[in-house]
């Protein structure tokens, strides 16, 4: 069994056909067909079912899968590890970011990318908890995401920092000297909805609902950046987490019926071999959040 292998059949798994997977990894379809038949030879079990053309994975595809994964995974953790024994500053960092942590992410990397240009940063935004996902599924290094539970034994949790939600509005608002405002001032006001389906729009969904209220939310967008501008002109409002917005035309505004606060965490798999690119890109982060 030769990792090469492993690696086409989860590139055959992704796009769940044959031709596709040997054009994504520049080799002919018979030479994947005939890899991954080898596979299933040495095997002895089917992986993959195929109808014509099409193909889907069997129960044991499914299965070998998650195994194939992990042998990928700590190959390349094994090359990385001794790379930093050669003390080269080379290769690849898969990094997660919820929506709401690009900022500091951005300044984070900024110097990171100064300080070590040969190291490669693969940045993928999402929900945080597809981004967990992705991390379990061994698909990224570490994730930087916005997490209050700490409950799971495969991971290693490193808390960043807390920020609390609040309502951002333009600074030409009616609303931008307000110290505070509450749900119920809220309820009737023209909500932008940034991150809607995310935890955050859980917790923000059930404290209008414990207050028995029912919000405008007229737009839902899942980008912060677009969110933010269309909450300048002034026609809408959001609800966001306060870190999420450092822009001179918005102001934020605490929510008084809202006391919890969002926990922003690094996570990572806690038994997996950490590169020393992380380490150093970690000691960047921790920087920028001290300032």
């Known amino acids: 069994m030769e990792l090469r292998q492993l690696k086409y059949f989860l590139k055959a798994k992704e796009l769940n056909n044959f031709t596709e997977a040997a054009k994504a990894l ?22 993959f079912n195929r109808i014509g053309k099409r193909i889907s994975l069997t129960e044991a595809g499914e299965r070998f ?42 300044k984070a990397l900024l110097i990171f990318a100064e300080r070590y240009p040969n190291i490669r940063i693969q940045a993928i935004f999402g929900a945080s908890h597809r981004l967990v996902q992705n991390l379990e ?6 994730v930087l995401v916005f997490n209050e539970v700490q409950d799971n034994p495969i991971y290693a949790y490193q808390p960043l920092f807390e920020s609390p939600l609040a309502m951002v509005s333009s600074i030409h608002s009616p609303y931008a000297n307000k110290k505070t405002i509450t749900l ?89 071999y950490e590169k020393k690119a992380m380490q150093l890109f970690k000691a960047t982060l921790e920087a920028c959040i001290a300032e």
């Open 26 to 47: 520049y080799i002919s379809q018979s030479t994947l067909s005939q890899q991954i038949k080898q596979l299933e030879t040495e095997l002895d079990t089917l992986l």
């Open 65 to 106: 899968a998650v195994f194939a994964q992990q042998s990928i995974k700590k190959a390349e953790e094994g090359k990385a590890m001794l790379m930093d024994l050669h003390n080269l500053q080379t290769g690849t960092l898969t990094i997660g970011v919820t929506l709401g942590l690009q900022h500091i992410f951005t």
């Open 137 to 142: 599924n061994l698909e990224m290094d570490m």
């Open 184 to 272: 119920k001032e809220m309820e009737k006001l023209p909500l932008l909805v940034a991150t809607k389906g995310y935890s955050t729009d859980h917790v923000i969904s059930k404290a209008f609902l414990q207050k028995a209220l029912n919000p405008v939310f007229s737009m839902e967008i899942n980008d912060i950046p677009t969110a933010l501008t269309l909450v300048k002109t002034g026609n809408w409002h959001s609800i966001l987490v306060q870190t999420s917005v450092s822009d001179k035309d918005l102001v934020t505004i605490p929510i008084a019926d809202i006391t919890q606060k969002r926990m922003a965490m690094l996570i990572q798999i806690k038994d997996a």
